[in-house]
């Protein structure tokens, strides 16, 4: 198989339907963001150490975010939605999970320790890049909703287990020293 | 010497010929873009093991993409253009050279496995981030077109080593579960 | 405490002094380029090798780099800045010292040597991102413009400090074949 097509030479390409896109179309920049966030996802999942489940749900993760692609990539009405509450929900769960492992922090934190935390904490900030992108897509075009939720809960997730991987390696997170108490314990899921 | 000159504290700075330009122009995106893909790529070489000609290829690719970010600093008038047609054609040589190593595959792959090969995945998708600069550029301003079609052949490329990274060191490419049969073996040059 | 508030599931997003705004606004996009910056020095610690000053001194850019989000997310009347232009005199006198290190060159080097070197340049380009969102957003909005000659100088201390960490290790910068000369060595204090 030749994987190089020539077709895009010009600036153009083509989305899921067959339809014709310039290659800087905000939907091609929101979906291009999440495939380089799976890349860097896939990087991740090489400096976790002693700790195979953990590497399963990054895995996952990399199919939902294929899920997510797909949809950003389908026009309405050329294709079925992927991504539903389910994932969402899914990684709510993770999340809860991871909760209790590191300790509590009310002031920001360095995003550093070991290999693997900053790389997942490169994650965190490419997911809210790609949401970024997603959220100016969505102003003014018809898109299945749930992905923009899912996207958002995702850089919770990558921020929990950022925190998770140092704890499990022992390291503490270093503190911003000038940060007020911007994690409140009593915000609970009850209030929100 | 002294490496800062505090000339573009206030935003502006100058191309080649001297003309002044907003940093945040979109000739500056675009070469600036070229810049952090080259840098992912020095940072793909350290990764590499046991194969010496692919990190030759890829300093060779450094050297081009300097070759790209001089034309994309050149305005019209001010300079003769680096990139012909002979880079593309050289890196479709490339391109086709590593085809055969890998198993060939139908559905979309989760980018990951070695180190090496996420690096490269992640080169692939900010080739893609630097193509989409590039292309919003050339819609309202003269520039070597040849660029474009560089660039647009390097995300294969880098596709094509990503998996011939994890093929080198025995590791299989994990498939998108819900993937269509998207790459096409009866897709030929000759049809294009 | 949960992380997740669902607070932000529709597009919209908070600053400080409690104002709504939409999460693909320039000021949004300009502290989480800051964000994703910050993120890459963390990983660019874990890479460094034998020198324990250069790791503080990236801890304290850290550090600095909050104080950048904080005031790029602090509106007019909002809060009290933070930088100031004694961090660009602080960071003009890190990248002094380590000027006598490595050897003077006159052509762009090719951005990778080692781990440490290569993840550096990257910081460097990321930095000229974030600079470029900068620009954007103070075109039309008021802020504390210490910031933008801070974050300036910054990708000039990353390119400082990767040839550094090249030296260190005794790797010897691959020149760009067909540079010009480039790098000036009577560029002096005193003319700029
Ligand atoms: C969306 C998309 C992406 C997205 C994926 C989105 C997501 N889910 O996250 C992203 C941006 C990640 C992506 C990346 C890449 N993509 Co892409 N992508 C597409 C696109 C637009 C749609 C693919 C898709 O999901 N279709 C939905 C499927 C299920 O429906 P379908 O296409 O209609 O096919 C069904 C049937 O009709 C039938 N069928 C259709 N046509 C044909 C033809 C033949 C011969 C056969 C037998 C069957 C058949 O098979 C399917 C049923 O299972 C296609 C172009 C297009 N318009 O199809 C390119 C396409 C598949 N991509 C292509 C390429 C090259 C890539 C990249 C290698 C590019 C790069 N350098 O990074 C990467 C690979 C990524 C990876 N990790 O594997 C090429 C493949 C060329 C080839 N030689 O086969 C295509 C065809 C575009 C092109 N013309 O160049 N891609
Ligand atoms: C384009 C450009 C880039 C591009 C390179 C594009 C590419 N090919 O990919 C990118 C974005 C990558 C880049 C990065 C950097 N750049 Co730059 N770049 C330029 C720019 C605009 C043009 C350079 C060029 O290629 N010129 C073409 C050459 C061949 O032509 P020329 O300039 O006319 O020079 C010829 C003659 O006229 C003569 N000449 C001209 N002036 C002088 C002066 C003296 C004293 C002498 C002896 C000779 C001489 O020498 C040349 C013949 O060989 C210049 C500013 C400018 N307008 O010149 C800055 C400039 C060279 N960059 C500079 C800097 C600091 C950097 C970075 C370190 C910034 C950073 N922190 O990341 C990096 C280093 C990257 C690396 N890996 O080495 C500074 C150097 C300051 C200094 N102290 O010398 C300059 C001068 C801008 C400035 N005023 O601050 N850059
Ligand atoms: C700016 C900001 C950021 C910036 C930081 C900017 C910088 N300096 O670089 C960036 C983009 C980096 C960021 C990242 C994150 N942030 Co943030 N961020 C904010 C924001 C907008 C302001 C925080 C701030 O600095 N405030 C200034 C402080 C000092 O003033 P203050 O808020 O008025 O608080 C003072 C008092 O009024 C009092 N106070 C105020 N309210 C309350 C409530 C209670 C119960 C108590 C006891 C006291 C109290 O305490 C402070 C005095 O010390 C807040 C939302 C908001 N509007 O407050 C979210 C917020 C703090 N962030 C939040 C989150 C989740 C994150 C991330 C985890 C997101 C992610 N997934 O990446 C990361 C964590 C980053 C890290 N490394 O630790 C949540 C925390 C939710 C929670 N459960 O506590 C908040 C509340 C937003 C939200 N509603 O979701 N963030
Ligand atoms: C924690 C803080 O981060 C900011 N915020 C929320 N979403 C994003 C995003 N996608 N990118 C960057 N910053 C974001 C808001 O200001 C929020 O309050
Ligand atoms: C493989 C698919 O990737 C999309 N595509 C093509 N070029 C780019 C780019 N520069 N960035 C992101 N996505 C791109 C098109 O939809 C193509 O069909
Ligand atoms: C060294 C050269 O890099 C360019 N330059 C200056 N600032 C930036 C930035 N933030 N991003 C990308 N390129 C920049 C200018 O053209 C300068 O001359
Ligand atoms: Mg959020
Ligand atoms: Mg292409
Ligand atoms: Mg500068």
Same mark, same amino acid.
């Given at each position: 198989m030749q994987i190089y097509t020539r077709t895009g030479d010009?600036?153009?390409t083509k989305? #899921?339907?067959?339809? *014709?896109?310039? =290659?800087?179309? *905000?939907?091609? =920049?929101?979906?291009?963001? #999440?495939d ?11 400096? #976790? =150490? ?10 996952? #993760? *990399? *199919?939902?975010?294929?899920? $997510? ?5 389908? &026009? ?18 993770? +999340? ?5 492992? &590191?300790?509590?922090? /009310?002031?920001?934190?360095? &995003? ?10 490169? $994650?965190?900030? +490419? ?6 992108? +997603? ?10 909703? /749930? ?8 850089? @919770? ?14 390291? /503490? @997170? ?13 915000? =609970?899921?009850?209030?929100?």
């Amino acid at each position: 198989m030749q994987i190089y097509t020539r077709t895009g030479d010009k600036g153009y390409t083509k989305i #899921i339907g067959g339809i *014709q896109l310039a =290659k800087d179309s *905000q939907r091609i =920049k929101a979906y291009g963001t #999440i495939d380089e966030l799976n890349s860097f996802v896939g990087y991740a999942i090489t400096l #976790i =150490k002693n700790n195979d489940s953990l590497k399963k749900e990054l895995i996952q #993760i *990399q *199919q939902y975010l294929f899920d $997510c692609g797909n949809d950003l990539a389908t &026009p309405t009405g050329k294709g079925t939605y992927r991504v539903t509450s389910a994932l969402t929900e899914w990684i709510e769960k993770c +999340i809860d999970a991871h909760a209790g492992v &590191p300790q509590e922090v /009310e002031s920001f934190i360095l &995003p550093g320790g070991s290999q693997a935390a900053s790389i997942l904490h490169i $994650c965190r900030t +490419i997911a809210r890049r790609a949401e970024r992108e +997603i959220v100016t897509f969505q102003w003014t075009n018809d898109m299945n909703e /749930e992905v923009l939720i899912f996207v958002n809960r995702l850089s @919770d997730y990558f921020f929990s287990i950022a925190r998770v991987a140092n704890a499990n390696e022992g390291i /503490e @997170d270093v503190l911003y020293e000038r940060s007020g108490k911007v994690f409140h314990m009593d915000l =609970k899921k009850e209030d929100l």
